[in-house]
């Protein structure tokens, strides 16, 4: 049975990929008529839930959503849910990073921890769903560093490393990032629900 990843994020699709293989998965791309779900909550967990139910809906077939950001301790959290969306616009992750960098430029370094997070959402199309959640803590730097991944990957230098994340192979952050903590946690959980169906 397929399941569907409800994103059109490229990276995030291969990333996930990865994690839950052995699964016949697929993009939203598959589903044209499935527009953009807004992601109007509060908090990732409800974010991921609306996604995941949405698609599930629109597709008849199990779903997997995530809503994930970048919190930093002297923003208060921030930029959170709001990640993807900082500079305004959805997905420009140049802007959103250097407006990043820019509120935290008179910051001192060892007043820089963040962390990412990320929830996970398995819905079915009968309404059933389960949400994981998984971190990834670290401190930032002012000079974004590295080509993998995206985002602020460039910028989070993960707690017992010395390299950004955008520095690491996939592998390599694929075993520690908050996504991959994330789905390993729910990809059991696929396991047993969609076996189910």
Same mark, same amino acid.
């Given at each position: 049975?397929?399941?569907?990843?409800?994103?059109?994020?490229?990276?995030?699709?291969?990333?996930?990929?990865?994690?839950?293989?052995?699964?016949?998965?697929?993009?939203?791309?598959?589903?044209?008529?499935?527009?953009?779900?807004?992601?109007?909550?509060?908090? +990732?967990?409800?974010?991921?839930?609306?996604?995941?139910?949405?698609?599930?809906?629109?597709?008849?077939?199990?779903?997997?959503?995530?809503?994930?950001?970048?919190?930093?301790?002297?923003?208060? @959290?921030?930029?959170?849910?709001?990640?993807?969306?900082?500079?305004?616009?959805?997905?420009?992750?140049?802007?959103?990073?250097?407006?990043?960098?820019?509120?935290?430029?008179? %910051?001192?370094?060892?007043?820089?921890?963040?962390?990412?997070?990320?929830?996970?959402?398995?819905?079915?199309?009968?309404?059933?769903?389960? %949400?994981?959640?998984?971190?990834?803590?670290?401190?930032?730097?002012?000079?974004?560093?590295?080509?993998? @991944?995206?985002?602020?990957?460039?910028?989070?230098?993960?707690?017992?490393?010395?390299?950004?994340?955008?520095?690491?192979?996939?592998?390599?952050?694929?075993?520690?990032?908050?996504?991959?903590?994330? +789905?390993?946690?729910?990809?059991?959980?696929?396991?047993?629900? %969609?076996?189910? %169906?």
């Amino acid at each position: 049975m397929k399941i569907v990843l409800a994103t059109r994020n490229a990276g995030k699709i291969a990333e996930l990929r990865r994690i839950l293989s052995g699964f016949d998965i697929v993009g939203l791309e598959e589903f044209p008529s499935i527009g953009e779900v807004a992601e109007t909550g509060v908090t +990732f967990e409800e974010n991921a839930l609306l996604k995941a139910h949405a698609v599930a809906q629109g597709s008849g077939l199990p779903a997997v959503a995530d809503d994930s950001g970048l919190c930093v301790d002297v923003l208060n @959290g921030m930029p959170g849910v709001f990640s993807a969306r900082w500079s305004g616009r959805h997905g420009d992750d140049q802007a959103n990073l250097d407006l990043l960098l820019a509120q935290i430029s008179d %910051v001192p370094a060892d007043k820089l921890t963040a962390h990412f997070a990320c929830a996970a959402a398995l819905a079915l199309p009968s309404g059933e769903f389960r %949400v994981v959640e998984g971190t990834l803590p670290g401190r930032l730097v002012t000079t974004p560093r590295g080509s993998n @991944g995206f985002g602020y990957d460039p910028i989070l230098v993960p707690d017992g490393h010395d390299r950004t994340t955008a520095e690491m192979s996939p592998e390599e952050k694929d075993a520690i990032s908050h996504r991959g903590r994330a +789905f390993r946690a729910l990809a059991p959980i696929v396991r047993d629900l %969609v076996t189910d %169906v």
